[in-house]
């Protein structure tokens, strides 16, 4: 760096983190009021919380699960997913949407991302499908859902199940419709970072009947109270294991909290479309910097923001300019290393090369900072660090 750089103070003093919570006095009180009932965990609030879920995306059904994870891996066992069977997602992602599938004996086939959305490729998907293919796991990168029209062909074409993986697309429309009844299931996550928080917590929605009875029977040890559902009935106090399950029940502890961040899901989503319209306003003459592309008939709920530094030119590499906004209190992130460059999928067989697409994207993303918490300020302090950056660095 010159040494004029150096001596300019940074933006920040402190660190702004990519994605935080927001939580408010009614939040904290939801909570405490359970705390001060009589259930906290197994009682009404949390089919008070899965009924809130599922009439604001408009499905019929939906179950709660401990977190995002085991809710995927709920969804590959009422898909019914096991040895021999192959699973078709992406690479850009957390581990949650392949290893879903390892836990459940299938083998996860990796296909590429369209270079321009991120997004897994619908052409990528189906030309990985084989006799093996029992579904699709595809994933709403950044908050931006996958091209659903083409992938729900896809699966009906080849009998395969749909799992839309929405953990970043809370309160996202495609064609006019919001994500969660779109998929033959949709996962959405709870994580402190996403649009509404239960702390850790996940949910399924579907419109099938067949899958909710077995994701409820898989959440709670593959067990059941149900009289209709018992195989034989020995007395009030009888329950059976059909099934082999876990124990990844929600508690309603969480799912207090999360029924009242539901009452705020639209302002957080307001909030966050604000951000992403200013960083796309005042980023964009950027040279070097390639800002997220929006599919016409998709409406984000923008989870992340990522963009990408082009480094044919820019100095330095994505390290350097990683380090330098940090230093500047900015705290980007990198979402996300591709699954397959993991040591435990290495040892699997899968190989770097697998989907350039992907791997091109990786070499080059920083996410900015976004959440609804954020102030005008710190949007602000955020542009200003980039432009910093950009002007230092750049080759123009």
Known sequence: ?????RKLPPVRSSLLPYGQQWLEEDDIAAVVNVLRGDFITQGPTIEAFE?????????????????GTSALHGACFAAGIGEGDEVITTPITFLASSNC??????????????????NVDPLEIESKITEKTKA??????????????RISMLARDHN?????????SLGAVYAGQKVGSLADMTMFSFHPVK??????GGIITTDSEEYYNKLLLFRNHGMTRDPEALIRNEGPWYYEMQELGYN???TDIQAALG???MSKIDRFIQRRKEIASIYNEQLSDLPGIILPKQLGQAQSSWHLYVTRWDPDQFRGSRKDWFEALRAEGIGVQVHYIPVYFQPYYQKLGYERGLCPNAEVFYSSAITLPLFPKMTNSDVSDVVKAVNKIQAHFCLR
């Open 160 to 168: 395969l199940v749909f799992i839309q993986d929405a953990a970043h």
């Open 136 to 149: 699709i796991i595809a994933v709403d990168f950044s908050g931006q859902p996958v091209e659903v029209d």
């Open 195 to 200: 649009h509404v928080t239960t702390g850790e």
């Open 1 to 5: 760096m010159s040494e004029e750089y």
């Open 101 to 118: 599938v390892l836990y459940q004996g299938g083998t996860p086939v990796f296909a590429d991302i369209d270079i321009e959305t991120y």
């Open 51 to 67: 009924s809130k879920v599922a009439n604001y995306v408009g499905a019929k059904y939906a179950v709660a699960f401990a977190n």
């Open 259 to 261: 029924l009242s961040q």
């Open 248 to 250: 990844y029940r929600m």
